[in-house]
């Protein structure tokens, strides 16, 4: 980055940090904390998009029914994981309007914790330029395990 | 409404002189100076350099790698700092240098419409206040590599909605990604009327516009942005990262479930409506950068498996309306979004990236 660039993201950065979504369509993300016997998943979905997604699917359903029929994990063979939205709450990101939802994966008996096959289709069953970006935060900084984006719904977790 | 015939805006009193006019692009019905010819470019950037200070030198000249080449972006350049020698820094003499750049690579259509998109981002500047970096002169040009006849080498010319990435002597032909948008979609600004996506828009809708009369044309879905663009990497708590093309490379549909009509199945005058659709995009670079890819595209074969459709309003009068061309290389969308300075207004995002040959096929994972 050059000087001039650096001084002007400083001087911008405050001001423009609402900015950087509300000039291209804003996405989602999936947060995957692994724990000894399930994974715990903040899920932040854009409100903008949602509504769009929803009205094409005429549904009324809360934002926890909502998202009970569109994410989901199962084992590399196809055994369903037991998914439930511990709670859902409105939060701000970048001065976009979210609903931030926290989710509680947990495998059959027997099958690994960090070894998964995550089934998400949240806003990209309707927005074809929709993106779900899934992340694995550990200590320290998150690290990017996939994106998510029409047709693509499904996204092997191996951490 | 009266459109302004060729904006000197930023490049002030500056005849396009040191390079003979070509008679005419193949592609585009104005002359350009240089047609896109590498020795022209390379004779222009060489000039360029001569005037330079040392420290803009070391801007404008960047290694040709991965990180440098995904550096563009469709966003502000408050958001994404572009690297690159500023044109809003150059001297008069500097300037018109610069431009003998510009002249060279493009074709008379696209060296409008990056001036036409840099009085845009002016007229944005004075209407939103708020330091997101609206600025025609936060315009950047960037030499990737050595410039030659014989090794691959990228010319870079953005900023906030546009974004030219052209290699020369690639594996494969360069003349893409090449982003551009246009914010607002219409203007007026001293006593001149703007619309630098007039023809790129127009050609989208007249094929639109045929399309509406087919149903399986009609694609599934909702685009609020182009598909293929750039991707931000929000973190909570932090500045998003990203807000480039790290996403590259991209995967496309395959099979033909989703991607419209076949262009085979489209009757002759709505053929040409397609042709015409991919000739709008490619008339931006220079011929000499594009004839071969356009010949590619337009091949019986690639037209027999390149598929066609669209989204929303054929007239792209309400946001959320798409258009879109994908064949066997070749990828062209543009959206309607709404306006971010005033949104009671619309936008364009306009995408052209080729399956095979973004960053003339140098760039790896």
């Known amino acids: ?159 | 409404m009266k459109l302004r015939a060729t904006a000197m805006v930023f490049w002030a009193g500056l005849a396009i002189a040191g390079g003979a006019v070509h008679a005419k692009d193949t592609l585009c019905p104005r002359p350009s100076t240089g047609d896109g010819q590498s020795q022209a470019v390379i004779t222009a950037i060489q000039a360029l350099e001569k005037t330079l200070s040392a420290a803009q030198r070391a801007s404008l000249e960047r290694p040709f790698v991965r990180e440098s080449a995904i550096r563009w972006s469709n966003l502000p350049v408050g958001i994404v700092p572009r690297d690159g020698l500023r044109l809003g820094d150059l001297d008069e003499k500097q300037n018109h240098a610069a431009r003998r750049v510009a002249a060279a690579a493009l074709s008379a259509c696209g060296l409008k419409m990056l001036d036409d998109i840099r009085v845009a981002d002016n007229v944005l500047k004075a209407v939103d206040e708020r330091k997101i970096g609206w600025d025609g002169g936060n315009y950047y040009m960037s030499v990737l590599g050595m410039p030659s006849d014989r090794t691959p080498w990228m010319l870079q010319i953005g900023g906030h909605h546009i974004a030219y990435n052209f290699t020369f002597n690639g594996k494969r032909d360069g003349a893409t990604p090449l982003f551009f948008g246009s914010e607002p979609i219409q203007f007026h600004a001293a006593d001149l009327e703007y619309e630098p996506l007039v023809h790129q828009s127009s050609a989208m809708s007249n094929l639109a516009r045929a399309l509406a009369k087919r149903p399986e044309a009609k694609l599934s879905g909702t685009f609020t942005d182009v598909v293929k663009g750039v991707v931000v990497i929000p973190v909570p708590g932090k500045m998003p990262t990203g807000g480039t093309d790290t996403g590259f490379p991209q995967t496309y549909p395959t099979g033909s479930a989703d991607r419209g009509i076949l262009y085979s199945a489209l009757a002759p005058a709505d053929q040409a409506l397609v042709r015409a659709a991919i000739e709008s995009f490619a008339s931006l670079p220079g011929a000499a950068i594009t004839k071969t890819l356009v010949a590619k595209y337009e091949s019986p074969a690639a037209l027999a498996d390149t598929y066609v459709g669209y989204s929303g309003q054929p007239d792209l009068s309400a946001e959320h309306s798409y258009v879109r061309v994908d064949g066997p290389q070749v990828w062209m969308e543009l959206v309607v979004q709404k306006a971010v300075a005033d949104a009671s207004k619309l936008h364009y995002h306009a995408l052209w990236r080729d399956k095979q040959s973004d960053y003339g096929g140098e760039i790896g994972h």
Do not use: C, I
Not at chain 1, 3 to 25: F, I, Y
Not at chain 1, 61 to 74: C, P, V
């Open chain 1, 1 to 159: 980055m050059t000087t001039r660039a650096s001084a002007l993201l400083a001087l911008t950065s405050a001001a423009v940090a609402g900015l950087a979504l509300a000039h291209s369509a804003p996405n989602s993300f999936v947060k995957l904390r692994f724990d000894t016997n399930s994974v715990r998943a903040e899920v932040l979905v854009p409100q903008s998009e949602l509504s769009v997604a929803t009205a094409a699917e005429r549904t009324t359903d809360s934002f926890a029914r909502y998202l009970q029929r569109h994410l989901s994990a199962e084992t590399a063979r196809g055994l369903a994981w037991t998914v439930e939205v511990k709670s859902v709450r409105d939060t701000t990101y970048l001065e976009h309007d979210y609903l931030s939802a926290e989710v509680v994966f947990t495998p059959p008996p027997g099958s690994p914790v960090r070894e998964f096959v995550l089934v998400d289709d949240a806003v990209t069953h309707e927005v074809r330029n929709h993106t779900v970006l899934v992340l694995a935060q550990d200590a320290g900084e998150p690290r990017v395990l996939g994106v998510l984006q029409y047709p693509a719904r499904k996204l092997a977790v191996n951490h």
